[in-house]
DNA sequence: GCCGTCGCATTTTTT
DNA sequence: ATGCGACGGC
């Protein structure tokens, strides 16, 4: 068979990365390095060259749209279709475990995962059921707590509580709600990844037996693994087993959410022999962008090392842009796009806009509106997350088990049938004395006429309505059965009712459910398969997401991404770093690799913008230009002067001088400052007491500043 | 059960 | 500024 097409596009350490024959493998993948390309290629060369068999492959990713895309590329290259490898999420593949072992893992049959926001209704409820203070333990910070304990593999006995009343009263929260899961059937999305590795842990046999089926082990992302992801990973691994990790150190930017940067800096230790391969050269972005991400991420410590290059010429300078508010900034932002679209021929679609917190997007968003430019806005509720559809499935979910609590709860009382507070909680008081589901508290509520007529008339109501629906689906086709209940729930009624747009938008919600159930490609049980999947796969972000328009988004949710064009907006101190980085040890250093992962975006012309005034938190503040901009080296750097195409107020032409200011500006005027030395003044807006001007500093750079209080004096021109 | 008002927090996100 | 949750009146 010839295999040459396996490597005959890769360069020679891709090469060397497909090939390697070492035990165990770490690559060192920089940013647009081809690193999803060579995990591809290394399990299709381990298939067709090297003869392992399909059915010992493990290939692990954080993200579903990762997983898709390594199967794909799989698929492209196998010339035959991919049979029995294990290719998935963490979450993905340790779901699938637990579905086979569900006994052996302590669980029930049907299982429910349970997502955050179902998460932190429970936490809530435990919390009142212990009679816990919201007010001085926010629920959230319990959800917190908790998921971070399970992230360390940490069970409640476990939790070092030791003369700290805090983790002592988090705990407590923790084993009550640990509880209320088992007894629900409710698992959580950290669970998920401790119980499948107790699963393994504490049932040798089926340890062993995995152990033996998956010779080779790959793992992307490998600087995002957690605690309990690391230590899944290991225990999976034997003698005889190899593993190959892709990653980048430099890419680490989630360590707040439980990531351990140590599991790739100490990973050639831990899995000796181990072969560390470098992909340093770069398919995507200008040697100036390159040399400016080296530069930036040079400043950090304890790096495993890496310098990018490409074969590829210099490219534009990066321009930067000091703006004197958030809308100048915006406003520039828009010029620039349009200049973009208009002169240089690009696409909206090309264009990236990149922030350091959502609540940036609003004023940019503001802008685009205006100047009439099509966007579209990253993050935000996906398909799976939308109240509506969340609705839907707990209709579905409660059709498969009446004894989903979570499902109970959401929707007993939507649409509203008269099933209040008061009513609820008589139904919850049943259920924790006689430690009953709430639907069979809710029966026994009904047949022991504990509640007014009107209120057990409506429960009554409800799980009539609930059973009706489990017997008229009963048979029905999985898209069948979800169409059935969008209206036999009286939901697609409900938002009917609703005025506006939203109603109507929320009906196609549900409607695109029943698409979405009728492309689902079940393989055994429909309905446990198609909620399993819901569960996991929030789906996309917005729809029609492959139109033309300019992409608005995190940086964080730009990882992995790459445009033409990228712009790096409000980079200031305070911002980005964020305040909150600075107060601690060691975060710094991640919001310099998240300023890397923005930087390395850029394929053609990177743009970055600063602003002297700033709105945040309802008050204007005066930040200073982000280090991360100052680390940047001078010549690859263009600060951008006045634009010519700014419509200006005509008064700024001219000579009308202000009565209580000393001097007057012009365009062009030489000025000096006390403390920024000479300089041109490039804008001026406002006027009176409000006059700003802005000044290219011979030596600072560009700033705005108030001409009130600036105290510029006119410098002669020799 | 629905709607208006007050108080409070407010980086980043996937599963 | 803004949005979300709690609280109180209809």
Same mark, same amino acid.
């Given at each position: 068979?010839?295999?040459?097409?396996?490597?005959?596009?890769?360069?020679?350490?891709?090469?060397?990365?497909?090939?390697? +024959?070492? #035990?165990?493998?770490?690559?060192?993948?920089?940013?647009?390095?081809?690193?999803?390309?060579?995990?591809?290629?290394?399990?299709?060369?381990?298939?067709?060259?090297?003869?392992?068999?399909?059915?010992?492959?493990?290939?692990?990713?954080?993200?579903?749209?990762?997983?898709?895309?390594?199967?794909?590329?799989?698929?492209?290259?196998?010339?035959?279709?991919?049979?029995?490898?294990?290719?998935?999420?963490?979450?993905?593949?340790?779901?699938?475990?637990?579905?086979?072992?569900?006994?052996?893992?302590?669980?029930?049959?049907?299982?429910?995962?349970?997502?955050?926001?179902?998460?932190?209704?429970?936490? @809530?409820?435990?919390?009142?059921?212990?009679?816990?203070?919201?007010?001085?333990? %926010?629920?959230?910070?319990?959800?917190?707590?908790?998921?971070?304990?399970?992230? &360390?593999?940490?069970?409640?006995?476990?939790?070092?509580?030791?003369?700290?009343?805090?983790?002592?009263?988090?705990?407590?929260?923790?084993?009550?709600?640990?509880?209320?899961?088992?007894?629900?059937?409710?698992?959580?999305?950290?669970?998920?990844?401790?119980?499948?590795?107790?699963?393994? =842990?504490?049932?040798?046999?089926?340890?062993?037996?995995?152990?033996?089926?998956?010779?080779?082990?790959?793992?992307?992302?490998?600087?995002?693994?957690?605690?309990?992801?690391?230590?899944?990973?290991?225990?999976?691994?034997? &003698?005889?087993?190899?593993?190959?990790?892709?990653?980048? !150190? !430099?890419?680490?930017?989630?360590?707040?959410?439980?990531?351990?940067?140590?599991?790739?800096?100490?990973?050639?230790?831990?899995?000796?022999?181990?072969?560390?391969?470098?992909?340093?050269?770069?398919?995507?972005?200008?040697?100036?962008?390159?040399?400016?991400?080296?530069?930036?991420?040079?400043?950090? $410590?304890?790096?495993?090392?890496?310098?990018?290059?490409?074969?590829?010429?210099?490219?534009? %300078?990066?321009?930067?842009?000091?703006?004197?508010?958030?809308?100048?900034?915006? *406003?520039?932002?828009?010029?620039?796009?349009?200049?973009?679209?208009?002169?240089?021929?690009?696409?909206?679609?090309?264009?990236?806009?990149?922030?350091?917190?959502?609540?940036?997007?609003?004023?940019?968003?503001?802008?685009?509106?205006?100047? !009439?430019? %099509?966007?579209?806005?990253?993050?935000?509720?996906?398909?799976?997350?939308?109240?509506?559809?969340?609705?839907?499935?707990?209709?579905?979910?409660?059709?498969?088990?009446?004894?989903?609590?979570?499902?109970?709860?959401?929707?007993?009382?939507?649409?509203?049938?008269?099933?209040?507070?008061?009513?609820?909680?008589?139904?919850?008081?049943?259920?924790?004395?006689?430690?009953?589901?709430?639907?069979?508290?809710?029966?026994?509520? /009904?047949?022991?006429?504990?509640?007014?007529? *009107?209120?057990?008339?409506?429960?009554?109501?409800?799980?009539?309505?609930?059973?009706?629906? @489990?017997?008229?689906? =009963?048979?029905?086709?999985?898209?069948?059965?979800?169409?059935?209940?969008?209206?036999? $729930?009286?939901?697609?009624?409900?938002?009917?009712?609703?005025?506006?747009?939203?109603?109507?938008? @929320?009906?196609?919600?549900?409607?695109?459910?029943?698409?979405?159930?009728?492309?689902?490609?079940? &393989?055994?049980?429909?309905?446990?398969?198609?909620?399993?999947?819901?569960?996991?796969?929030?789906?996309?972000? =917005?729809?029609? %997401?492959?139109? +033309?328009?300019?992409?608005?988004?995190?940086?964080?949710?730009?990882?992995?991404?790459?445009?033409?064009?990228?712009?790096?907006?409000?980079?200031?101190?305070?911002?980005?770093?964020?305040?909150?980085?600075?107060? &601690?040890?060691?975060?710094?250093?991640?919001?310099?690799?998240?300023?890397?992962?923005?930087?390395?975006?850029?394929?053609? #012309?990177?743009?970055?913008?600063?602003?002297?005034?700033?709105?945040?938190?309802? !008050?204007?503040?005066?930040?200073?230009?982000? @280090?991360? /901009?100052?680390?940047?080296?001078?010549?690859?750097?263009?600060?951008?002067?006045?634009?010519?195409?700014?419509?200006?107020?005509?008064?700024?032409?001219?000579?009308?001088?202000?009565?209580?200011?000393?001097?007057?500006?012009?365009?062009?005027?030489?000025?000096?400052?006390?403390?920024?030395?000479?300089?041109?003044?490039?804008?001026?807006?406002?006027?009176?007491?409000?006059?700003?001007?802005?000044?290219?500093?011979?030596?600072?750079?560009?700033?705005?500043?108030?001409?009130?209080?600036?105290?510029?004096?006119?410098?002669?021109?020799?």
């Amino acid at each position: 068979m010839d295999i040459s097409h396996i490597l005959n596009s890769l360069n020679d350490a891709q090469r060397s990365a497909v090939t390697s +024959d070492a #035990k165990h493998l770490l690559v060192l993948a920089g940013a647009g390095s081809g690193k999803t390309r060579v995990l591809a290629h290394r399990i299709v060369w381990s298939v067709e060259a090297e003869g392992v068999s399909p059915y010992s492959i493990l290939a692990v990713t954080f993200t579903n749209k990762a997983a898709g895309e390594m199967k794909q590329r799989i698929y492209d290259l196998l010339s035959r279709p991919v049979q029995g490898m294990w290719i998935g999420t963490f979450h993905g593949i340790a779901h699938r475990l637990l579905k086979a072992h569900w006994s052996d893992a302590g669980l029930s049959e049907n299982f429910q995962i349970l997502d955050s926001e179902d998460q932190l209704r429970l936490i @809530r409820r435990c919390m009142k059921e212990l009679n816990v203070d919201e007010k001085r333990w %926010p629920a959230k910070s319990l959800q917190f707590f908790i998921n971070d304990q399970k992230d &360390e593999g940490l069970r409640p006995h476990q939790v070092d509580v030791s003369g700290d009343p805090f983790k002592r009263h988090h705990q407590k929260v923790y084993e009550h709600y640990e509880a209320a899961c088992q007894r629900g059937g409710l698992i959580d999305f950290a669970e998920l990844l401790l119980r499948a590795y107790e699963l393994w =842990q504490k049932t040798p046999s089926l340890l062993q037996h995995y152990r033996e089926r998956f010779q080779h082990i790959l793992v992307d992302e490998f600087q995002d693994t957690n605690t309990i992801q690391y230590k899944w990973t290991k225990l999976l691994m034997n &003698e005889s087993n190899r593993i190959t990790v892709v990653g980048d !150190d !430099d890419q680490s930017i989630y360590g707040w959410r439980g990531a351990r940067v140590e599991n790739i800096h100490n990973f050639a230790q831990r899995f000796a022999p181990c072969e560390t391969i470098r992909l340093e050269q770069n398919y995507r972005s200008t040697q100036t962008i390159l040399s400016a991400a080296n530069a930036l991420i040079a400043n950090n $410590s304890d790096r495993l090392g890496k310098e990018l290059w490409t074969e590829g010429n210099g490219g534009e %300078p990066i321009s930067l842009y000091s703006a004197y508010n958030e809308l100048d900034e915006s *406003r520039f932002v828009v010029e620039r796009v349009k200049q973009i679209v208009e002169e240089r021929g690009g696409h909206y679609k090309d264009i990236a806009v990149l922030y350091r917190s959502n609540a940036q997007s609003r004023v940019l968003e503001e802008g685009l509106i205006r100047a !009439d430019i %099509p966007y579209r806005i990253y993050g935000g509720l996906r398909f799976f997350e939308r109240a509506e559809i969340k609705n839907a499935l707990a209709y579905l979910r409660l059709t498969q088990s009446l004894h989903d609590d979570a499902a109970f709860e959401r929707v007993v009382n939507l649409p509203t049938r008269g099933i209040g507070d008061r009513t609820l909680e008589k139904i919850r008081e049943i259920a924790k004395i006689e430690q009953v589901t709430l639907w069979m508290a809710a029966e026994k509520v /009904v047949d022991r006429q504990l509640l007014p007529t *009107r209120a057990a008339n409506a429960v009554r109501g409800f799980l009539e309505l609930v059973m009706g629906l @489990r017997e008229s689906t =009963q048979a029905l086709e999985l898209w069948e059965r979800v169409e059935y209940i969008n209206s036999g $729930s009286g939901l697609i009624e409900f938002h009917k009712k609703e005025k506006g747009e939203k109603g109507k938008a @929320r009906i196609e919600n549900l409607k695109e459910l029943v698409t979405a159930a009728k492309y689902f490609e079940p &393989e055994e049980d429909p309905l446990v398969e198609f909620l399993g999947h819901a569960a996991l796969e929030s789906g996309e972000g =917005q729809a029609a %997401p492959d139109q +033309d328009c300019v992409q608005l988004m995190t940086l964080h949710s730009a990882k992995g991404l790459e445009f033409p064009y990228v712009f790096l907006v409000g980079m200031e101190e305070g911002l980005f770093p964020s305040q909150m980085s600075l107060q &601690e040890e060691g975060r710094l250093e991640e919001e310099r690799r998240l300023c890397y992962v923005g930087v390395t975006r850029a394929m053609q #012309k990177l743009y970055l913008t600063h602003a002297e005034s700033r709105r945040i938190y309802g !008050d204007e503040r005066q930040p200073i230009l982000s @280090r991360f /901009v100052r680390e940047l080296p001078d010549e690859l750097i263009e600060e951008v002067r006045i634009n010519a195409t700014v419509s200006r107020p005509a008064m700024m032409q001219g000579s009308g001088a202000h009565a209580d200011s000393e001097c007057e500006f012009r365009l062009g005027q030489r000025v000096h400052h006390a403390v920024f030395g000479v300089g041109t003044v490039i804008q001026v807006e406002g006027e009176g007491a409000h006059e700003r001007v802005q000044v290219k500093f011979d030596r600072e750079g560009a700033k705005w500043l108030m001409a009130t209080y600036a105290k510029l004096e006119p410098v002669e021109l020799a």
